[in-house]
């Protein structure tokens, strides 16, 4: 990284609007300013759960007023890595969906394979893979929908450095490191991949300009920063959950205008 301060917008203002148990907490930060920063018209998360991977991506659109839709899709059923939970999960994403981002957000509830006569080639800005992590399913699913990313276009991929029981993620994204000219790793929260496609007019960002610098210096420093940017957001979150109430320590009565007097 130059010698410029990078002070992107999670550290400036972001809240976030939605915290639910998942290993994408350590990444909140940076879906925050990658979307910030692209732009997207047209956001898709492949394998959704909970949402917080998704409605980070619909609160940077909002708050940094964005005119884009983004698509999660998902069975909702669960599979052999979640196990499979039952219908409470769906409804609590549906009922956030309603209530905080109607009018850009569609929940497609079916597999993935079901949902790809619903997008045009080259009309993805941004891909999020997070389904089954088998090396099979990932490449399925990266083989599948990449030809819907257009050209510049950015994907996501979840927990490449988990290699855990028949987690194969990391496998696939390694062979695409060997193949891809633009991509990136974040080694920290089980690992997020960040791939940008070839061709088109890709957005030119200070972010992507840090991803894509091809600097294993600017690369090493990228990795650092989000990775204290997602202790930071933690401890904060910490700091509030704790925080004494006002009550318990104001004075009572006109008595601490006296002693401040005396």
């Known amino acids: 990284m130059s010698s410029k301060i990078y002070f992107p917008p999670s550290l400036q203002r972001f809240e976030p609007r939605r915290m639910v148990f998942s290993t994408w907490v350590d990444h909140l930060p940076f879906a925050y300013d990658l979307v910030t920063a692209i732009r997207p018209g047209l956001v898709v998360e492949l ?3 909970n949402g917080l991977s998704f409605f980070t991506f619909c609160q940077a659109m909002v708050e940094n007023d964005i ?21 409470s999960v769906y409804q609590d994403v549906q009922q956030h969906a309603r209530e905080h981002y109607r009018g850009i957000t569609y929940l497609l509830r079916m597999y993935f394979n079901e949902a790809l006569r619903h997008f045009e080639d080259n009309s993805i800005d941004l891909l999020h893979i997070d389904g089954l992590h088998t090396y099979e399913a990932v490449k399925e ?3 599948n929908w990449y030809p819907k990313v257009r050209p510049g276009g950015i994907v996501l991929f979840h927990d490449v450095m988990a290699k855990l029981k028949d987690f194969g993620a990391w496998k696939f994204f390694e062979e695409l ?5 633009e991509i990136f790793k974040f080694n920290h929260g089980f690992g997020l991949g960040v791939l940008r496609k070839p061709g088109g007019a890709p957005v030119q960002t200070e972010l992507t300009e840090l991803l894509f610098s091809g600097e294993p210096e600017t690369e090493k420093r990228l990795r650092q920063f989000y990775s204290h940017a997602a202790h930071f957001l933690e401890a904060r979150r910490q700091a509030k959950r704790f925080k004494p109430k006002d009550s318990a320590y104001a004075p009572k009565g006109g008595q601490g205008k006296q002693a401040e007097e005396s």
């Open 141 to 143: 699913d990266f083989s």
């Open 67 to 87: 005119d884009g839709v983004a698509y999660a899709i998902d069975c909702w059923e669960g599979d052999e890595h979640t196990d499979a939970y039952d219908d």
């Open 177 to 181: 490191e060997a193949s891809h000219g």
């Open 47 to 49: 394998g959704v759960y």
